[in-house]
């Protein structure tokens, strides 16, 4: 069965690191674009990273460059996304997914995990 689990959410606070997990079963991840996207309440998702498959091309949205660091263990089919000084702006559901294409172009993925909460509070 086709799926992808997200880990690693979590209550934090501003300045803060965390580092999310995106597992997969019944495919692998280093044959597609492996992206991360939020959503925060009331907000449209967005897309806040990708990886390419296999050349491992990496993409980060302007908000996050700098502090998220997004990378690929092959061996156990898991994408990580590292975050590093967090700030209340990043909170939201944090999401991955998979793509044929690589971007954050949101209409390209197909499979979504079920989403990991964020939270950036003091």
């Known amino acids: 069965q086709l799926q992808l689990v997200e880990s690693g959410g979590g209550l934090v606070q501003p300045g803060g690191s965390l580092r999310l997990s995106c597992t997969g079963s019944?495919?692998?991840?280093?044959?597609?674009?492996i992206g991360w996207f939020r959503q925060a309440p009331g907000e449209e998702r967005e897309g806040v990273s990708c990886i390419s498959e296999r050349t491992g091309f990496t993409h980060y949205t302007d908000s996050v460059k700098g502090r998220f660091t997004i990378s690929r263990d092959n061996a156990k089919n898991t994408v990580y996304l590292q975050m590093n000084n967090l700030k209340p702006e990043d909170t939201g559901i944090y999401y991955c997914?998979?793509?044929?294409?690589?971007?954050?172009?949101?209409?390209?993925?197909?499979?979504w995990g079920q989403g990991t909460q964020v939270t950036v509070s003091s």
């Open positions: 997914a998979r793509s044929p294409i690589y971007g954050l172009i949101l209409g390209t993925y197909d499979y």
């Open positions: 019944g495919f692998t991840l280093d044959h597609y674009t």
